[in-house]
């Protein structure tokens, strides 16, 4: 099936559960990732700013919409939000009364045990979802009073998704990959495959551009992750155990690159995660257990470089 035929099949079929399905399937075709310890240190080829050139026309256009700069306004509300699933003649709440205010430019660490409910958390912070109870505001706008095309396309405009099985479509090439969410915003084609081929020297891998995931390493997969997730240049990263699996070399550096859009371009970047570890990032750390928020800590770290 041709890139074409793919995104014709997914606009016919535009919801968040259809979708997701979907890229979990793409993503099992080659299994668990294999580690990268032959892998160069990636700080020699992956830069630090991938808006670096403030005289590039191209660099313009990718700036972020100023959407939410109003640090005294949430980019992302959750108010009393349940999430209950129907088990039998049961309901089970994997979330329950959950109460969050997301502000642009956060670093944001979701931590919480296996099926302490961050998984469903992610799920509504991403609009992949929406609340059995209560409401989810993005950028002040309620989501479940937005019909399904309107929500694909404020969800695509606004959040880049970085998942622990980098969910890449195995049938096509790195490039293609990335062009996949220029694609769902119909970018024009010429300009599309520029800002792919920017963001893949960005993450140091243009000369992987016709390879198929299953030709590279885990640590390399997950570096396309991250430049389709910079694709439409969303205010919003979302990262799901992004480092997972991943060696522990590769995965400490996928965080740094993160930091990095967060202290430099702004980019609120949200981690779901149970790893101790990566609260190093964090400028909040919120602790979820048994479906609610036990506690919210505010960190400190060094301020962001001018």
Known sequence: MTLTEIIETFKMKLNASNILNSLEKAADFYGESNNDPE????????????????????VKSLEAENLSRNREVPLIKLTDVWKTYQMGESEFAALRGINLEIYEGEFLVVLGPSGSGKSTLMNLLG?????????????????????????????????????????????LNTQENVLLPLEFQEEDVRKARKKAAYLLEIVGLSDKKHNLPSQLSGGQRQRVAIARSLAVNPPVILADEPTGNLDSKTGDYILEFLDGLNKKEGKTIIIV?????LVKYATRIVYIRDGQIEKIEECTRNKPEE
């Open 39 to 58: 892998m160069s240190d990636p700080g020699e080829t992956i830069k630090n700013s991938p808006y670096s050139s403030s005289d590039s026309d191209f």
């Open 273 to 277: 995660t149970h790893d101790l570890e």
């Open 127 to 171: 609009c992949l979802d929406l609340p059995s109870k209560g409401m989810v505001f993005l950028n002040s706008s309620d989501i479940s009073e937005l019909d399904e095309s309107e929500l694909a396309r404020i969800r695509g405009q606004m959040i880049g998704f970085i998942f622990q099985s980098f969910n890449l479509i195995p049938t």
